[in-house]
């Protein structure tokens, strides 16, 4: 059965759905993004999502044309026609049609090219890799310095994911100046002496929306929670590490530039927030 994608209004055929060739999104990456996931056919940590949605379109000078009511009833349609039960929708919004190519922004007035679709992942409660937890390793972090924006400028992060893969591992953590920034699509954190460590939010990191949830429930949990950068060496001295993302959720991270962390496995701190966070979530669906 063909997907059904939302595009400017419209609910069509995956093959039906056209975007023009002059769309600002394509020739000049100028699109901000948002990645929904979705268990027992409910949308998790929504508001939060719309929030930095919000935030990025703000950022960047694009209109925003939908409130977050709209949004919500699009999003539940897309999930309703496409029979989502766990998966995931993905919402990008770019500058639109600007027309000639140009550095120069077309006209405030240019309406917004606005697409959504979905996908099918049934493995994203029970997944086999929670179990084993991720390798990774170390790459330079040579992004630009708004990396607050969530944009489709995604091709290095892309590149840094394949070379991870080239070498065996699951993923890569980006690092600049000796400091760890965050994975190619996730946010990083180190576990040492019982405290939680990740990075403070700057315009250097993504404000993950899992991030957020994960750290107030570890909080609640009355789990102590630093907010501070750290380096490799730190890393690789830790007794647990984990990344957090919207279609990851809390993953393990049991080996660091082929160093294997405390016994290897998957540490207790970052399996029970794992189990914290999809036990809220889901309750906390809409």
Same mark, same amino acid.
């Given at each position: 059965?063909?997907?059904?994608?939302?595009?400017?209004?419209?609910? &069509?055929?995956?093959?039906?759905?056209?975007?023009?060739?002059?769309?600002?999104?394509?020739?000049?990456?100028?699109?901000?993004?948002?990645?929904?996931?979705?268990?027992?056919?409910?949308?998790?940590?929504?508001?939060?999502?719309?929030?930095?949605?919000?935030?990025?379109?703000?950022?960047?000078?694009?209109? *925003?044309?939908?409130? +977050?009511?709209?949004?919500?009833?699009?999003?539940?349609?897309?999930?309703?026609? *496409?029979?989502?039960?766990?998966?995931?929708?993905?919402? $990008?919004?770019?500058?639109?049609?600007?027309?000639?190519?140009?550095?120069?922004?077309?006209?405030?007035?240019?309406?917004?090219?606005?697409?959504?679709?979905?996908? $099918?992942? =049934? $493995?994203?409660?029970?997944?086999?890799?929670?179990?084993?937890?991720?390798?990774?390793?170390?790459?330079?972090?040579?992004?630009?310095?708004?990396? +607050?924006?969530?944009?489709?400028?995604?091709?290095? =992060?892309?590149?840094?994911?394949?070379?991870?893969?080239?070498?065996?591992?699951?993923?890569?953590?980006?690092?600049?100046?000796?400091?760890?920034?965050?994975?190619?699509? *996730?946010?990083?954190?180190?576990?040492?002496?019982?405290?939680?460590?990740?990075?403070?939010?700057? *315009?250097?990191?993504?404000?993950?929306?899992?991030?957020?949830?994960? &750290? @107030?429930?570890?909080?609640?949990? $009355?789990?102590?929670?630093?907010? @501070?950068?750290?380096?490799?060496?730190?890393?690789?001295?830790?007794?647990?590490?984990?990344?957090?993302?919207?279609?990851?959720?809390?993953?393990?991270?049991?080996?660091? +530039?082929?160093?294997?962390?405390?016994?290897?496995?998957?540490?207790?701190?970052?399996?029970?927030?794992?189990?914290?966070?999809?036990?809220?979530?889901?309750?906390?669906?809409?």
């Amino acid at each position: 059965m063909s997907r059904i994608v939302h595009l400017n209004g419209e609910y &069509l055929p995956e093959d039906q759905a056209k975007v023009s060739v002059f769309d600002r999104g394509f020739v000049m990456a100028d699109a901000v993004y948002e990645v929904t996931s979705v268990l027992d056919g409910k949308l998790i940590d929504f508001p939060g999502h719309m929030a930095r949605l919000a935030r990025s379109l703000g950022e960047l000078g694009i209109q *925003n044309p939908h409130s +977050d009511d709209e949004w919500l009833a699009i999003h539940r349609e897309m999930v309703a026609r *496409n029979e989502i039960t766990h998966g995931m929708v993905y919402l $990008q919004v770019s500058r639109g049609n600007g027309g000639d190519r140009d550095f120069v922004y077309p006209p405030a007035d240019t309406p917004p090219t606005v697409v959504l679709y979905t996908w $099918q992942k =049934p $493995q994203l409660i029970d997944n086999p890799a929670a179990e084993t937890g991720w390798k990774v390793c170390t790459l330079p972090d040579i992004r630009w310095h708004r990396r +607050d924006i969530k944009t489709v400028q995604l091709l290095y =992060p892309s590149m840094a994911k394949m070379e991870a893969k080239a070498r065996g591992c699951d993923d890569a953590w980006l690092v600049e100046n000796g400091l760890v920034t965050e994975g190619t699509s *996730n946010n990083a954190y180190i576990v040492k002496g019982g405290a939680i460590i990740t990075r403070a939010l700057s *315009n250097d990191i993504l404000h993950g929306i899992t991030r957020a949830a994960v &750290l @107030r429930f570890a909080r609640e949990a $009355q789990m102590t929670v630093e907010e @501070r950068s750290f380096t490799v060496e730190e890393a690789i001295a830790a007794d647990e590490a984990f990344i957090t993302s919207a279609s990851a959720f809390v993953m393990p991270v049991v080996e660091i +530039d082929g160093v294997r962390l405390g016994d290897g496995a998957p540490g207790k701190v970052s399996r029970r927030l794992r189990e914290i966070y999809l036990e809220e979530s889901r309750a906390a669906a809409i």
